[in-house]
């Protein structure tokens, strides 16, 4: 999916009346099939600009227009097409805590199912292969059958990621997909991911406090801060100077210092239900 952004302004999903946007002045485009990773410390609005992008979060002023059309002002059932062909994987999927890892995985199909076939699904999954498949991307073929609630938050993060790969999406939004993850899994998940979107011609922008993994995976890089895009350039060009400035006064993010989670067994997240 090709995405244009003119002059954008947005605000926080929390934010209170009068509070500054979470997002001011961005214009840019995403061409089809790009990939690009979006760094910049904490605060910066680097999820609130993938909610944006996902039709899930209204422009405060400017313009947004994805595959040429302007979302927000379009009928109610074309803006249900349009957010049918992405998909926004949020940093804690809002994965049900009994459900098996294999009906987790296929509601990144729902989008392209009637309403009986996903009932279905929930009892009898529909294309266990394509789960299977899409796990062992990323090194889960062993949790096809386990319940959620018996997962790391690592894996659960990972299982985020295998919903994008059997969704019938041209867009893939992904929010810090390696949060959870030790070093070692989290340079092979972002290699799978970067891996199969270039194989579909799949548009991909994640955001990473990574900054040495998506400097490695990918080859455009937008730095956001306070809001604002810093630069845009392809990571050959990101040097350590612009990341200094990124991420002054914020220096332990940039050197990984910054607490993450570990990838052990953990509470289950809470259910979050979105209507579409």
Not at 45 to 74: F, I, N
Not at 89 to 113: C, K, M
Not at 187 to 211: D, M, S
Not at 244 to 273: K, N
Request: with cysteine; net charge positive; charged share 20%.
């Amino acid at each position: 999916m090709k995405i244009s952004l003119q002059d954008l302004a947005a605000r926080h999903a929390t934010a209170r009346r009068g509070a500054a946007n979470a997002l001011a002045g961005l214009t840019l485009d995403i061409a089809e099939g790009e990939q690009l990773a979006v760094i910049g410390p904490s605060g910066a609005g680097k999820t609130t600009l993938l909610e944006v992008l996902a039709c899930a979060r209204p422009l405060a002023s400017g313009g947004l227009q994805v595959d040429g059309a302007a979302p927000w002002s379009l009928p109610r059932r074309a803006l249900q097409r349009l957010r049918g062909q992405l998909i926004l994987v949020p940093q804690v999927p809002p994965l049900p805590p009994r459900q098996r890892v294999v009906t987790a995985v296929l509601a990144g199909r729902l989008p392209s199912w009637s309403l009986w076939t996903a009932l279905r699904s929930l009892f009898y999954p529909m294309d266990i292969p394509a789960a299977d498949a899409a796990l062992q991307s990323f090194e889960l073929g062993d949790k096809l059958f386990e319940r959620v609630d018996r997962l790391s938050g690592g894996e659960r993060q990972r299982v985020g990621l295998a919903r994008a790969l059997v969704a019938p999406a041209r867009l893939w939004l992904v929010d810090e997909p390696l949060s959870a993850l030790d070093p070692a899994r989290a340079q092979r998940a972002i290699a799978a991911l970067v891996r199969e979107a270039g194989a579909r011609g799949v548009t991909l922008v994640a955001t990473l406090h990574q900054v040495d993994a998506a400097l490695a995976n990918f080859p455009r890089i937008l730095g956001l801060r306070e809001g604002r895009l810093m630069f845009d350039l392809p990571s050959a060009q990101v040097t350590p100077e612009l990341l200094a400035r990124l991420y002054a006064q914020h220096e332990d993010e940039l050197h990984g210092a910054a607490p993450v989670p570990a990838d052990e067994p953990m509470p289950a997240p809470p259910v979050v239900m979105q209507c579409r």
